[in-house]
């Protein structure tokens, strides 16, 4: 049996997979896109249409603002109805790009298919992801472009490919990794020949036992570099890019640093596959696979939705809600990590992942305990933090203390919440002392820019008094 | 739909139909009712605080039982009176700190169990009471309820009976003694009645109150260094009238309620250790600590110490090292902090009984490491993923 | 006998040693500033813009402040310090915090419900609070648990609300409100246009029934009391030129109110 990596902490939440036998359909056409122009972290993409416009599927209607920005792509062919504002996932209003329908779904040129890849120049691939709108599929949707260029000073010498969907709930990557095996791995060769890197992993979750044999017998075929598939422990927060690393490589991301200053990229399953359709059909990429699961529901599954789809449409395509369910919460993402929507207007993104409705009866009531000091936080924070202390901290507002308690390295990934018998909301603790640490170390930062700038600026003063004395 | 689902609805109804998305006039919207926004993680494990405390009074359950065995009606009678005197203050400072009522969280009658186990089963309703209302208002409420105190509830009310009440806290009538082992208690401890105590201690002379073992080891030490000479005290167990297997059972061992047996505070613990309720760290240091120190001091003078198993088996260590120094809210979080914390407790006990002028010292050691709780919590604070190894976490400036 | 003397000894020595290191190390308080301190108030609350009370007062007696910025004191205190520093007294302007949203849950709409901690500040974090109005008061009482004039009411509808006459004008609840609705205006202004929301009246008008949407009446009866912000569908008071009460009665959403 191979080997099982793991991580220190880290929780075990009812895995409530249910929508992992259900194949993934294409869902259909509907009559109204509304398409977010910030579906990335950075700057969101300007639009390049006018009310009015003809698209057509696949067509760019939006380029990106600055270096972190993506590009946006048309998901279906019609009529842009309005450019204005939606509302997005995390309850802020996104600027959007409404295109109406117009049924026949005709297809723009695509871009022209690179078949030969192999012997192509990273850098024109690169440009490809960069063409075809590509963004981390996992969540937190870093555009990938940027990811594949390494940072001067920087070396890459590991490639890990996110197949864990450590996520309760989420079947989307499951699916992908059993139905599209081939084109997952061409991407993975494809990043693997763009960053130059030899050792290349795929971890999946022990819980994906198919998953696991159907990658690992394709994977042979694979040998510059080889592909290695390594099952992992059911854990959550296996997913997490830190976590996954050092769960492989055995490598500790810094604090405060990124996965190439342990010379690692991690990319995501659905963003390998999205980067083959790229290059070799020349798809981009204005559509993903997302579960659509939850109790309420009739007939959970799994869709390949256009983005923009709102998520009204996801819930009516699966099944609708089962006769006197009732949703309470209706969630963009993991049951973990996913943020609640209000409305179901929102529309699906290309980080959605999953839409997740709970009934009433899942939901706990708020309760602010105090700590009962039990520890458990303690033990199951992947980060080795002390979530316990910290909220405590946070709660009397001591943002200094809880500074120097290491609040800035929390994931959020939940573990200590999801375990706390006190259920105090420590997430959205440490989320509140992120926001002020970040906003008073922003503020640090600005000062002491000033204060080196008006140095330098009373330097060259100095300088420049200087020099005419010395001309005399 | 649940109670709390309910709640939530009832908030406060807007004067006017939800608005229309801003953007979709499509979308079946407005929804039957309005959906509820929280932060993420939206799973959570069944384990609250509420399980966790009926957790531990199941654990408590067999040595409870045992108490009663030994000690009859007055062991109902004491511990029924302290569980609801505890109850009851809880609610009246609740009411009075006009915070809310957590009544049914089953703190209270934790704390209550736990302080009517380290009393003796003739104590005076009154004295009880007293207990629980240091317990409860002075080592709980006012340091703002379950989860602030610094102090573990039970023992500040053991503690406070001890020093205002010496003697009624220091004689404990005799236990009951199964028939199959049917000796004249007088053989079993032949000390048992009356015997003069060393350091003006006070004592009762009341026939039927016996003295816990660990007096007679202090006994020996004080004869030894010829303080005074006792006739009759010698530590009963070299002289093989008490067996380490009957100490361990609590039979013919005077006591508080809960000291006596050491089989069902080991089953309640085992419990507890199982359900990750109990860091299994705490006890195995306190004791480890409190055998090898009694025990370089037996090996060193075995006539003047007691051997650390009659050490470990006697007093209210296994009581103390089981269920008090395992107390959630005033031990350290983490796990290398739970070993510190262990190792502490055991060498201020072993050295208040060897050297001490108190027969017992587990309610003070662990009192004196709850103090000490939040600076092992500094120091022992692990390194956080990704941080040059340091331990601790330096003082903000 | 001997442990008396022991103890008694011991008392001396200490006694000797607090009253050495109390000379050698001892701070002279100046009597000037614990004077002027005295006629402050106390509450340490930063409205004067020196860290606490002794921070004016240190400032006050170095010279490096005027008598007259405590808004808190009380009143002839001024005037008693700058006679006792020989100096005038310069009055700062009176100001109260004034929160400018009308959106209770009478008249606003909530978007969903919202669950977890009671603040503003963490609510935000969530779904941005969740209130339909973008700029509308949460109405969690972050600005009132800051106040320490208890000046801030959260009332009955959840809209915070400042009690003038209590209110000092320290600031510390500008600084709380998450969404900026807190600001500091002259006492003397009766009324004030209680909405921040910029977009276009109808849109607002559909969140909250109290918003004000920009229909320029009260600018069109005075307008040299109130004027339209630039690029937003937005009556403001001239503070400056405050405008009287009775102006609030052409308001019709109530949004110019006291």
Redesign the interface.
């Known amino acids: 049996m191979h080997k099982i990596f793991h991580f220190y902490g880290g929780v075990h939440p009812k895995e409530s997979k249910v929508s992992s036998g259900v194949a993934i359909v294409d869902a259909p056409l509907y009559p109204l896109y509304t398409v977010p122009l910030s579906m990335h972290i950075g700057a969101p993409a300007k639009s390049l249409v006018a009310v009015g416009d003809t698209v057509l599927r696949g067509q760019q209607i939006g380029e990106p603002a600055s270096f972190v920005s993506s590009t946006i792509h048309s998901p279906t062919s019609g009529k842009v109805k309005s450019i204005g504002t939606c509302l997005g996932p995390a309850g802020t209003q996104l600027p959007c790009v409404v295109i109406e329908a117009d049924g026949q779904d005709t297809p723009a040129d695509p871009l022209t298919p690179i078949t030969d890849w192999r012997n192509t120049d990273p850098a024109i691939l690169r440009a490809r992801v960069a063409a075809a709108g590509i963004v981390g599929m996992g969540g937190a949707s870093f555009p990938t472009p940027v990811k594949l260029s390494i940072p001067p000073g920087k070396t890459i010498d590991t490639l890990i490919i996110n197949g864990v969907e450590c996520e309760p709930c989420l079947t989307a990557d499951h699916r992908l990794m059993l139905e599209n095996p081939k084109m997952i791995l061409e991407g993975v060769e494809m990043v693997a020949n763009m960053l130059g890197v030899q050792n290349v992993f795929i971890g999946i979750e022990n819980n994906k036992p198919d998953a696991i044999e159907v990658l690992t017998k394709e994977a042979t075929a694979y040998t510059a570099p080889a592909i290695h598939v390594v099952p992992l422990k059911v854990r959550y927060p296996q997913g997490a890019e830190k976590q996954l690393i050092y769960a492989i490589t055995k490598r500790q991301v810094p604090s405060g640093g990124l996965p190439a200053d342990v010379h690692c990229v991690v990319q995501n399953i659905g963003s390998s596959c999205a980067i083959a359709e790229a290059v070799i059909l020349g798809k981009p990429l204005y559509e993903r696979v997302t579960t659509v699961t939850g109790t309420p529901l009739v007939a959970p599954g799994n869709w390949r939705f256009r983005v923009g789809t709102p998520y009204a449409e996801a819930i009516k395509l699966a099944g609708g809600l089962k006769e006197g369910a009732q949703i309470a919460k209706l969630i963009s993402g993991g049951p973990m990590m996913g943020m609640t929507v209000y409305s179901q207007s929102v529309p699906v993104m290309k980080n959605t992942s999953g839409i997740l409705l709970m009934g009433p009866d899942e939901v706990k009531q708020y309760t602010s305990k105090a700590c009962l000091r039990c520890g458990r936080c303690n033990d199951v924070c992947p980060m080795q933090l002390m979530p316990g202390i910290l909220s405590v901290q946070i709660e009397n507002e001591r943002f200094d203390d809880a500074q120097s308690w290491h609040v800035m390295d929390c994931i959020e990934c939940g573990c200590c919440a999801y375990t706390c018998p006190a259920g105090r909301p420590l997430v959205q603790h440490m989320r509140r002392a992120k926001s002020e640490v970040g906003a008073k170390l922003r503020a640090q930062k600005a000062a002491a820019d000033a204060a080196a700038k008006a140095k330098a600026e009373a330097a060259a003063k100095a300088a420049g008094a200087e020099a005419p004395k010395a001309d005399k | 739909m649940s109670d709390e689902a309910k709640e939530l609805n009832k908030a406060p109804q807007p004067a006017t139909a939800p608005a229309a998305p801003a953007v979709d006039p499509n979308a079946p919207l407005p929804p039957r009712h309005q959906l509820i926004v929280s932060s993420s993680p939206h799973f959570h494990t069944h384990s609250t605080v509420d399980s966790i405390m009926r957790w531990v009074l199941i654990a408590l359950a067999p040595a409870c039982l045992a108490a009663i065995y030994f000690f009859g009606f007055g062991a109902v009678r004491v511990l029924a009176i302290c569980v609801v005197a505890c109850l009851v203050f809880e609610f009246l400072s609740a009411k009075a700190m006009d915070r809310s009522n957590e009544l049914k969280d089953g703190s209270a009658a934790v704390t209550g169990l736990l302080l009517g186990m380290n009393l003796p089963s003739n104590t005076p309703w009154w004295i009880c009471v007293i207990g629980c209302f240091m317990a409860i208002v002075v080592g709980k409420m006012i340091y703002g309820g379950l989860g602030c105190n610094p102090f573990n509830p039970a023992l500040i009310g053991r503690v406070a009976l001890l020093i205002a009440f010496p003697v009624v806290m220091t004689t404990w009538p005799m236990p009951r003694i199964p028939a199959s082992l049917a000796k004249p208690a007088e053989q079993v401890m032949p000390v048992a009645s009356a015997t003069p105590q060393h350091k003006g201690e006070q004592v009762s002379v009341m026939p039927v109150t016996t003295s816990t073992p660990l007096k007679f080891s202090k006994l020996a030490r004080t004869e030894l260094t010829g303080d005074k000479v006792l006739e009759n005290s010698t530590i009963p167990i070299q002289k093989g009238e008490v067996s380490y297997w009957q100490l361990f059972l609590g039979i013919g061992k005077g006591g508080s309620l809960g000291e006596t047996c050491g089989l069902a505070l080991l089953i309640g613990v085992l419990i507890l250790i199982y359900l990750n309720i109990v860091r299994w760290q705490i006890p195995v240091c306190y004791l480890g600590t409190v055998v090898i120190i009694t025990g370089i001091a037996w090996l060193a003078n075995p006539s003047a110490y007691a051997s650390p198993l009659f050490h470990l088996l006697t007093g209210g260590l296994l009581l103390g090292a089981f269920f008090m120094a395992t107390d959630m809210v005033t031990t350290p979080l983490s796990r290398l902090g739970a070993i510190w914390f262990g190792v502490g407790c055991g060498v201020l006990t072993a050295c208040i009984r060897l050297w001490g002028s108190y027969p017992e010292g587990v309610s003070f050691s662990i009192l004196i490491m709850n103090a000490f709780t939040p600076m092992i919590d500094r120091y022992t604070a692990g390194t956080p993923f990704g941080m040059p190894k340091k331990k601790g976490i330096k003082m903000p400036k | 006998m001997v442990t008396l003397v022991i103890i008694v000894v011991v008392g001396l020595l200490t006694g000797i040693a607090i009253a050495l290191v109390s000379r050698w190390f001892g701070v002279e308080p100046n009597p000037v500033e614990e004077e002027v301190r005295n006629l402050l108030s106390g509450a340490n609350c930063g409205g004067c813009g020196f860290p606490g009370c002794a921070g004016y007062a240190k400032a006050l007696v170095a010279g490096a402040a005027k008598p007259g910025a405590c808004s808190s004191q009380c009143a002839g205190a001024a005037e008693k310090m700058a006679k006792l520093l020989g100096v005038a007294v310069v009055h700062k302007e009176p100001k109260v915090a004034v929160v400018f949203c009308s959106g209770d849950?009478?008249?606003?709409?909530?978007?969903?419900?919202?669950?977890?901690?009671?603040d503003c500040?963490?609510a935000m974090?969530?779904?941005?609070?969740?209130k339909?109005c973008?700029y509308g008061c949460l109405g969690l009482g972050a600005c009132a648990r800051v106040c320490p004039f208890g000046a801030i009411e959260i009332n009955e509808?959840?809209l915070a609300v400042v009690h003038k006459e209590i209110c000092v004008g320290c600031g510390k609840c500008v600084g709380a409100c998450p969404k900026k609705l807190i600001k500091l205006v002259p006492k003397s202004a009766e009324i004030h246009v209680h909405c921040m929301n910029p977009v276009r009246g109808p849109e607002k008008f559909?969140?909250c029934?109290a918003a004000c949407i920009g229909c320029g009446k009260c600018v069109k009866t005075a307008p040299e009391h109130v004027k339209l912000v630039p690029g937003a569908a937005l009556a403001e008071v001239d503070y400056g030129n405050p405008p009287p009460e009775a102006l609030a009665e052409v308001c019709p959403t109530h949004a110019l109110r006291k």
């Open positions: 849950d009478m008249k606003a709409t909530r978007q969903a419900l919202y669950n977890g901690i009671n500040r963490d974090i969530v779904a941005a609070g969740a339909t973008a509808h959840r559909k969140a029934k």
